[in-house]
């Protein structure tokens, strides 16, 4: 059981280029989550999906975009990357809302 | 909002020591609390899920406890080793279908040999 999967797991961007956060879970899991940590900080979210084709805002939403057209894929695009978004993404996936979280390895994305 | 509060942010002890981790938040309208460790540069591994209706949760040398109604949560650890170094993260889920959590922003702990 391959748990939450993320790629890639380490990424270098110019400022301006786009790329796609790949996560996949395996568990048949209802809910994911797409989260950053800034060094030295916690998690905060980014986006969350309840179901396919639901997904709506979280704390730091701004120059992200995500789509959740199937249960096991959550993922996350970042247009015209900024140096501010650069930070370690972590995915997570919950069966149901009082569950526990899983979580991935994490993309390490540096935006230079 | 809810908001998550983790003292001290850094721990250094010497091996043997049995410490306390803190984790305070400030909605009681919670679903669980979840404790994370994370390894520098790695991703997190869960220890402990204590449920709103719990009052404690153990794992080997780990025991958590939550008291929701004073919005307080701790993290034992007993007889702690080198390999117990790391942040440890504490995260609450709140009290809505979309099972949405708040982090704290962790304590970082040193443990010497």
């Known amino acids: 059981n391959a748990g939450v999967t993320q790629t890639p797991k380490f990424r270098i961007l110019k400022i301006g280029q786009s790329m796609t956060l790949q996560c996949t879970q395996d568990m048949n899991h209802n809910y994911m989550y797409w989260y950053r940590q800034d060094p030295g900080m916690g998690l905060k979210l980014i986006y969350y999906s309840v179901g396919a084709g639901i997904t709506d805002k979280g704390e730091v939403p701004n120059g992200y975009n995500v789509s959740r057209s199937t249960t096991e894929d959550f993922p996350l695009r970042l247009e015209l990357a900024a140096p501010s978004q650069t930070s370690v993404y972590f995915c997570?996936?919950?069966?149901?809302?009082?569950?526990?979280?899983?979580f991935g390895q994490g993309t390490r994305l540096t935006v230079v | 909002k809810q908001e998550v509060t983790q003292i001290p942010a850094a721990l250094s002890v010497p091996e043997g020591e049995n410490l306390v981790l803190n984790c305070s938040f400030t909605d009681s309208a919670i679903y669980n609390l979840q404790w994370f460790r994370q390894d520098p540069g790695k991703g997190l591994t869960s220890l402990l899920l204590i449920q709103s209706s719990q009052r404690e949760q153990t794992s080997g040398r780990l025991n958590a406890s939550l008291d929701k109604s004073s919005g307080r949560s701790t993290l034992y650890i007993a007889a702690s080793q080198p390999g117990d170094s790391a942040t440890y993260l504490c995260?609450?889920?709140?009290?809505?279908?979309?099972?949405?959590?708040?982090f704290g922003d962790g304590t970082t702990l040193t443990v010497k040999p």
């Open positions: 995260a609450v889920r709140h009290n809505t279908n979309a099972g949405k959590s708040t």
């Open positions: 997570a996936s919950v069966r149901d809302s009082d569950t526990e979280a899983f």
